[in-house]
């Protein structure tokens, strides 16, 4: 929320400072980044998490793993 807030404000301050519309946060890139930042963290703690309960043998014996 702070994120998308803050892209609103940048394209408000850009268009009166430099006259020049920046459009990205009301673009598609604009939406797939946002997409990216709030998603890729929620993946990655599940990854790790899923990870860490893996047997780190992955069902060789004793003899194979040393």
């Known amino acids: 929320?702070?994120?998308g807030f803050l892209?609103?404000?940048l394209a408000q301050l850009s268009m009166?400072?430099?006259?020049?519309r920046w459009t990205?946060?009301?673009s598609l890139s604009?939406?797939?980044i946002g997409y990216l930042y709030f998603s890729l963290p929620r993946a990655i703690v599940t990854l790790v998490a899923a990870s860490e309960k893996?047997?780190?043998s992955l069902g060789a014996s004793q003899w194979r793993i040393t």
């Open 1 to 3: 929320m702070v994120a």
């Open 7 to 9: 892209m609103v404000m």
């Open 16 to 20: 009166s400072l430099f006259h020049k």
């Open 24 to 26: 990205l946060a009301y």
């Open 30 to 32: 604009g939406l797939f």
């Open 54 to 56: 893996l047997d780190r």
